[in-house]
């Protein structure tokens, strides 16, 4: 991968060769942050005496003069450098976020100078096209037979159109089978641009939704039962957490116990066993479930059916519930093995 960077870098210097005024030179190394971190055009106006709008000419006639210069074959240097961002590009699904390219290129976590450098040869690079950062996309590069800026920004709000009208996380192949698209890689390269959009475990769904992307304990909590589909203990549930792909996961057992018991989406169904109230699971003691089933009924029932029900939605022993049985205030036995309230 050291090759690549060399490559880049001299195309990157080649680039820069073709404007003749330092002034401009200057406003286009600001601008991309190819010496440093990028600048706003108040910032650059500010520093070379001059209005923002006439920062902003002056970027975009810089660009023209290079992409034309590029076409010309002007900037020999640029053929390699954009050999290696579409063969890239074409193994990630045509289109990629800027980062992840550049991860791939450089063959580990890139830096923010050498992203920069790739989006910069990418702005004019005839083969390349580029996807401008704002609140909605991420900064992305693309193959630029695949589509210009409108037609992949086009192709993100399709996405993530489908995945709100579904209401739920959705995996790439369910994706695939509502999409037209030749490879499912092109639609996780696609989604990956949208900064609405987030993933987890193999699921695709809208950033706000805590199924994708879990911002708090509670939230991580509901995401690892989810994916269980089955009652935990809570110290299991904290070790999940410590082996998941969550950003944030040095959580201890004990602040896992203290949401568990503050969310209604958790339900205790045994000693330190947790359940979801979506799974049909509801808060109460054993009496108070005894309770519900007999009322229910409409009449009596017998120990065995009694012990049954309860085992459905409790995980304790049946001693437990036959103990809670003996309850008189609340229970009568009507014969040696019945129960009706009391």
Known sequence: MDQNAEILKKA???????IEQEREKEIISRRFGLSGNKETLEQIGE????????????????????????EDGEIPELAAAEKILVRNLTEMGRVAKLSDLA????????????????YFIATFAKNLTVVEENDKYNAAVGIAEYGDEKTIRGRVDEIVKLIRENKAPMTIDELDNKLNYEHPDHIKAIASISKLLATLNGVWGLAKWPMVNPKNIRDKIFVILEAKKEPMHFSEIAKEIKGSNFRRKNVTVQAIHNELIKDARFVLIGRGIYALSSWGYKKGTIAEIITGILEKSGGALTREEIVKQVLKTRKVKETTILLNLQNKKLFKKIDKNSYTLA
Do not use: F, H, N
Request: proline share 0%; no cysteine; net charge positive.
């Open 12 to 18: 990157i210097s080649g680039s820069l060769k073709i």
């Open 47 to 70: 520093m070379l005496s001059i209005t923002r709008e006439r920062v902003r000419q002056l970027e975009k006639a810089i660009l023209i003069r290079l992409q034309i210069s590029a």
């Open 103 to 118: 991860d791939k290129v450089y063959g580990r976590t890139s830096t923010a100078s050498e992203r920069t450098g790739i």
